[in-house]
C-alpha cells in the first residue's frame, strides 16, 4: 500500500504562486510514476505533471512554463511550484502515484488539496 497524502492548497489571486507538497509513505519501492493531477467543478481530472522514476517529466500544455514538478527523494516527497497562477487552475489537485505489484500496476491517489485562484 502506498499512502498519500498532499498539503499547500490555499486562496491566491491571479498571479501569484502556491507550493503543493506530497508525502508518500508506506511500501514506495517500485513507484514507476508520481505526480500531480487536478479536478475543476463540473470537468474531468486531468493530468498536470508527473515525473517518472528515470525522472522523465511530462506537463499538461496549459501549464508548461509556469508549474515545475520536483522531488526528494530522502523525504518521499513530491513537489509542485506554481507560478503565474490563472483563474483557471482553480481546482482540486490530486498526487497520484503508480507502482508495480505483483499483481499488476495498482494506482493510488491522495485525498486532494483545493487550490483557489482569485482573479
Known amino acids: 500500500q502506498v499512502r498519500l497524502v498532499e498539503s499547500g492548497g490555499g486562496l491566491v489571486q491571479a498571479g501569484g504562486s502556491l507550493r503543493l507538497s506530497c508525502a508518500a509513505s508506506?511500501?514506495?519501492?517500485?513507484?514507476?510514476?508520481i505526480g500531480w493531477h487536478r479536478q475543476a467543478p463540473g470537468k474531468q481530472r486531468e493530468m498536470v505533471a508527473v515525473?517518472?522514476?528515470?525522472?522523465?517529466?511530462n506537463y499538461a500544455d496549459s501549464v508548461k512554463g509556469r508549474f515545475t514538478i520536483s522531488r526528494d527523494n530522502a523525504k518521499n516527497t513530491v513537489y509542485l511550484q506554481m507560478n503565474s497562477l490563472k483563474p483557471e487552475d482553480t481546482a482540486v489537485y490530486y498526487c497520484?502515484?503508480?507502482?508495480?505489484?505483483?499483481?499488476?500496476?495498482?494506482?493510488?491517489w491522495g485525498q486532494g488539496t483545493q487550490v483557489t485562484v482569485s482573479s
Open positions: 497520484n502515484a503508480d507502482k508495480t505489484t505483483a499483481a499488476g500496476t495498482r494506482n493510488y
Open positions: 508506506g511500501s514506495t519501492f517500485r513507484i514507476n510514476t
Open positions: 515525473i517518472s522514476s528515470g525522472d522523465s517529466i
